[in-house]
């Protein structure tokens, strides 16, 4: 498959400093991955278009984007391990699994009408062996549950009312299989006086991206572009509630696949708490929260630190009375998105994820909080513990005040 080559070749400024493959999450684990430095600016510079691709490995990269935060040279690391997997992938072909994998969205709908059909195939045993089996998905993996009604089912139903107004792009996730994310968000900005829109979306590419497939993810990008940039241009502000797709819009939009109109969106559309915590800055969020004592940890999703926006969501949550929530730090979480789903890669998944496991296990709270549903559904799974989004624990306390 022809894959377009969008981006800057920055090799030539790496300085060779390694701190990249310190970083590198997958590098730590195994050695079968190189390492972000050999992969990226390194091959880079032996890499030739009309060659057939040398380093296999590189499809081991779990695309966290760790190795451009701490490049002190501003080398575009990741893009240039990212375009040696989509042309490694192009030559290769894509497996009916990655292909399923990077198209999930297609699904969605569907699989929310027959929700209890869907959930108990899911679960099967049967199903798993199968699946593990001819596609390649691990089996050990347990596989997300969908929801009885979309999201968007929900909002159609329901009368949003506000002085002042605000789009929501709620992601595909939250619309068929984490609901109550998409309600606390609506729920959380009408308590603040705003009536949610929701303009037309659809996934925002971030599954086909780590397939390497860029024909599919540039083509949802250029039809998300086209409707937010029409919303930007109404006046609408836009928050997102998945760091996923927030990292997807607002950094691989305009800067790798240079979508036009994306530079505008992208400086309209914010992380929900970001938002939130800017409304508090001009003494405009409602406060009027009923206290929580408690204390809870925080895992930061690599895909909101690459916004580089710090962590909104501790200094939002921790205006509650009482809640101390702490970031325990710990790394990539080790998901990766469809990454950890894969039988070649969900050993190295697992093994990410231990330091995770183990702050949390040092912590011990029943609760984790986080903002990427990716990060949430392997906490759940490493550790059995209750993982949620921090507007949840905004919308609960809201509701008790409200009480």
């Not at 050990?140 to 009604?149: A, D, I, N, T, V």
């Not at 709620?170 to 009536?195: M, Q, R, S, W």
């Not at 797709?245 to 969106?265: N, T």
């Not at 949550?317 to 990539?332: H, K, M, R, S, Y």
Request: proline residues 4%; charged residues 25%.
């Amino acid at each position: 498959m022809k894959q377009k080559t969008p981006v800057a070749d920055r090799s030539d400024q790496c300085i060779k400093c390694g701190i990249c493959t310190e970083y590198c999450p997958v590098a730590r684990v195994t050695g079968d991955f190189l390492g972000s430095k050999q992969a990226g600016p390194d091959a880079q510079r032996f890499r030739r278009p009309q060659d057939r691709s040398a380093d296999p490995w590189v499809s081991l990269c779990i695309g966290c984007g760790k190795c451009d935060l701490v490049c002190p040279a501003g080398v575009n690391v990741s893009d240039l391990t990212l375009m040696a997997k989509a042309k490694l992938a192009g030559e290769k072909g894509f497996s009916p699994r990655d292909w399923l994998l990077g198209h999930t969205h297609l699904f969605g709908s569907a699989a929310v009408s027959l929700a209890s059909l869907t959930n108990m195939v899911l679960r099967s045993r049967l199903f798993r062996g199968v699946s593990d089996r001819l596609l390649a998905i691990d089996r050990r993996r347990p596989l997300p549950g969908y929801e009885k009604e979309t999201f968007r089912g929900w909002f159609r139903s329901h009368r949003s009312k506000g002085q002042r107004k605000v789009a929501y792009f709620y992601g595909c996730y939250a619309n068929t299989n984490e609901i109550d994310v998409a309600i606390a968000v609506v729920e959380v900005l009408e308590k603040n006086g705003f009536e949610v829109v929701l303009p037309y979306q659809e996934c925002c590419g971030m599954p086909s991206l780590g397939q390497g497939d860029l024909e599919s993810a540039r083509a949802l990008g250029e039809r998300n572009v086209r409707s937010l940039a029409r919303v930007v241009d109404e006046g609408y502000d836009i928050v997102f509630s998945s760091a996923t797709c927030g990292h997807m819009i607002r950094s691989e939009y305009p800067e790798f696949f240079r979508i036009e109109g994306a530079q505008r969106v992208a400086e309209r559309i914010f992380d929900v708490s970001e938002y939130l915590l800017m409304l508090h800055e001009r003494g405009e969020l409602n406060t009027d929260f009923e206290p929580l004592k408690d204390r809870l940890p925080y895992h930061a999703p690599c895909h909101l630190r690459s916004l580089g926006i710090g962590l909104p969501a501790i200094d939002l949550l921790q205006l509650i009375p009482g809640l101390e929530l702490v970031d325990i730090d710990a790394g990539c979480c080790g998901l990766g998105g469809t990454y950890g789903f894969k039988k070649e890669t969900y050993d190295i998944s697992v093994a990410i994820g231990q330091n995770l496991v183990r702050a949390l296990e040092e912590f011990g709270s029943s609760v984790v909080v986080s903002d990427c549903e990716g990060c949430r559904m392997q906490i759940r799974h490493l550790t059995g513990l209750d993982a949620v989004h921090p507007l949840q624990i905004l919308r609960d306390a809201y509701r008790r005040g409200r009480a």
